[in-house]
């Protein structure tokens, strides 16, 4: 089990960027990923990557626009966010998975931060 801490979270305007960062309290030979959840929705897959970082996954309404990245060498995972909509708007939530393949099922992963809150101004 690891701790997860998330950062970078914060108020944009439609169209700018973000890039949030997920730091872990120790190594992790596992995949890691990013889910959000909006007000009154449930929480959604956002974007995965494999441990190695050579596999990578998104949500289709983020592709394109978000990438997932990571720094073994540091225990930290991103998620570059670019051209940021309203509908981007949620708290953003980091996780590992059991597995160092990527998934998109939530019920994969057992550890999760805290969440860090972006919001999207018109």
């Known amino acids: 089990q690891v701790q997860l801490v998330e950062s970078g979270g914060g108020l944009v305007q439609a169209g700018g960027s973000l890039r949030l960062s997920c730091t872990s309290s120790g190594r992790t030979f596992r995949s890691m990923g990013w889910f959000r959840q909006a007000p009154g929705k449930e929480r959604e897959f956002v974007a995965t990557?494999?441990?190695?970082?050579?596999?990578?996954n998104y949500a289709d309404s983020v592709k394109g626009r978000f990438t997932i990245s990571r720094d073994n060498a540091k225990n930290t995972v991103y998620l570059q966010m670019n051209s940021l909509k309203p509908e981007d708007t949620a708290v953003y939530y980091c996780?590992?998975?059991?597995?160092?393949?990527?998934?998109?099922?939530?019920?994969?992963?057992?550890?999760w931060g805290q969440g860090t809150q972006v919001t999207v101004s018109s």
């Open positions: 996780a590992a998975s059991k597995s160092p393949v990527p998934t998109r099922q939530s019920s994969y992963y057992n550890d």
């Open positions: 990557i494999s441990w190695t970082g050579s596999g990578t």
